[in-house]
């Protein structure tokens, strides 16, 4: 069942929603509504630029334990080479704008003013955060933003200019969120690039005990 939401701000029980995940449309990416959303795994997207806001809540979860992030021969090669440096919440900014310019991914999802502006709001409030990957000519490269709640990342979107540049921003996400205790980032999608990185599938009730900790 979708559900068409209210100004209200609430959110039906995910449980009901469709079997790729579809729960509601309409609404808006204010604050509350995002904070409210993620905390119960549910996650925006637009299918089309000027299209209503569709929210999902898939049942199965991909997810990336940091603990369990899987680092290649040739990844650790790129990283023992120094030619990149890799920066936290450094530049907001460039890396939304620069996912913004690069992704019109194989679903038809677009990163437009809307979704910009709503999570820049959420980065000036503490919500949203980056991951930037430099080269040596001090060149934004790569990276990735998304949202942290309690002891979780949700990733929301990733850019490489050069090779492995968005591999580099993930494991350095991970080593910094297994030094300070967080325990699960959201992936969305799986795809055979995350998949490889140690990427794994979970149960929304499962992903719920991670997402609520404190």
Request: charged share 25%; aromatic share 12%.
């Amino acid at each position: 069942m979708i559900f068409r939401l209210a100004k209200q701000l609430g959110f039906p029980d995910p449980r009901l929603g469709e079997e790729d995940g579809l729960l509601a449309i309409g609404g808006d990416l204010s604050i509350d509504r995002l904070l409210l959303a993620y905390s119960n795994g549910i996650f925006p997207w637009y299918s089309f630029r000027d299209s209503d806001i569709l929210w999902f809540c898939p049942m199965r979860r991909f997810v990336i334990f940091p603990n369990e992030i899987h680092v290649s021969h040739s990844m650790r090669n790129v990283m023992n080479k120094g030619l990149y440096d890799v920066t936290f919440n450094n530049d907001f900014p460039a890396v939304i704008e620069q996912c913004g310019k690069l992704r019109y991914d194989q679903e038809g999802a677009w990163l437009g003013e809307d979704m910009t502006k709503a999570y820049t709001a959420l980065h000036d409030q503490g919500f949203a955060k980056s991951v930037e990957v430099w080269d040596e000519e001090g060149r934004l490269v790569g990276g990735l933003y998304g949202v942290t709640l309690g002891k979780c990342f949700f990733g929301e979107s990733m850019f490489s200019l050069v090779p492995s540049a968005s591999k580099l921003a993930l494991i350095a996400l991970a080593e910094l969120m297994k030094d300070h205790g967080g325990v699960m980032i959201d992936c969305q999608l799986e795809t055979p690039h995350l998949k490889s990185m140690g990427g794994r599938s979970i149960p929304y009730e499962e992903y719920m005990k991670y997402v609520s900790m404190e």
